[in-house]
């Protein structure tokens, strides 16, 4: 019996060419435009099983990126797996309003480094991001899961960024000492717990416990809004990313809490997604 061809797998998969191509390239280590000049090839016979067994684990539905065991974030491949959520690019809203703040912060406080905490890292794309793009920074970052924490520094190792300092558990009990941060930026879990969504598309495979929290998916914001003045430098910021339809609520939860100058920074798709306020401890809010 002849050997199916490279393209014959592609064909047959029932996925899209642009998938199944990735997964065949992860599979060879071949880039992309390879198969364009290789599809008449014969396939492997261990590549032609590996790829069918993938291929169905993605006609039922499994993130390719969990299939890949990556995907990239603002330029740079990421390790993730089960573990950890899937990096998206309405995060990236989230990066580029830390960056804005941190480019001031370098302004105003001139030869002291600012200081940055990460709440709830997962596969490490924010604190990693920050930490290379603003090299002079001090970067915290926090993580409950400790599955998600050794994703997180297995990409930090492979990624160059060496200097974060890691910190195991909840929230702000992570935190071993009472010190203040000049910058706090979290992507907490902020689906209600029994929103539809859960059940459809990757959100189904990804860890539950980093996507909902609580009946109006508010209780992880609360927690984080609420402890962050007691780990704030006066004049220090908070950064949220939240859920399209909870631009209002965010924003009441900071003020009710003291921060001034509260607003939201809209993502790509025009959704409200990043909301944020400055602390002043001594009231002058």
Known sequence: MTSPTLDDLIRHSQLPRAEARRLLASLTGQPLTWFMAHGDDPADPDITTHFQALAERRRAGEPLAYLLGQQEFYGRPFTVSPAVLIPRADTETLVETALEQ???LRGQRCAVPPSLLELGTGSGIIAITLALEAPDTEVHAVERSPEA???AQQNAKALGA???HWHAGSWW???ASPRRFDLIVSNPPYIAAND???QQGDLRFEPP???????DGLDDLRIIIGGAPA???PG???LLEHGYDQEAPVQALLRNAGFADVFTRRDLAGQPRVSGGRWQEDGRN
């Open 162 to 164: 060496d200097r974060i």
């Open 209 to 215: 416990q980093a996507l909902a929290a609580g009946p």
């Open 102 to 104: 941190l480019l001031l």
């Open 173 to 175: 009990q992570a935190l």
């Open 236 to 238: 220090g910021w908070l």
């Open 149 to 151: 924490l050794a994703v």
């Open 231 to 233: 780990h704030l430098t």
């Open 196 to 198: 539809h969504h859960l």
